[in-house]
């Protein structure tokens, strides 16, 4: 059983920064990983990062602008969120405990089995 206790939200300008924490309890998470969801919207796959911190992925619409990187001593996977956008604002929302360790299913949101409660990130314009 993964517990996850994110943090970091908030309300900031566009162009601005954040960085979201996620701080696992419980057995070492595999693959860890952050998902959005804005309003009416369904939620969509952010960043996720294996269990090394080998290999990252990125959705298209952050690439470039959004990092993920995990600190495993701490078991602590971050989003540091740099040219913030109004689109970027949504509920993000920490994913771990893989089913699949396979790379190629990290971007699946079904494919974890331990979530966050969410932390509010808004960005104006």
């Known amino acids: 059983q993964v517990q996850l206790d994110e943090s970091g939200g908030g309300l900031v300008q566009a162009g601005g920064s954040l960085r979201l924490s996620c701080a696992a309890s419980?057995?070492?998470?595999?693959?860890m990983g952050w998902f959005r969801q804005a309003p009416g919207k369904e939620r969509e796959f952010v960043a996720a990062i294996s269990r090394s911190g080998g290999f990252t992925r990125y959705a298209d619409s952050v690439k470039g602008r959004f990092t993920i990187s995990r600190d495993n001593a701490k078991n602590t996977v971050y989003l540091q969120m740099n040219s913030l956008k109004p689109e970027d604002t949504a509920i993000y929302y920490c994913a771990a405990d893989p089913e699949s360790p396979l790379l190629g299913r990290m971007t699946d949101g079904y494919n974890y089995r331990s979530w966050g409660q969410g932390t509010q990130v808004s960005v104006s314009s």
């Open positions: 419980g057995r070492t998470a595999n693959a």
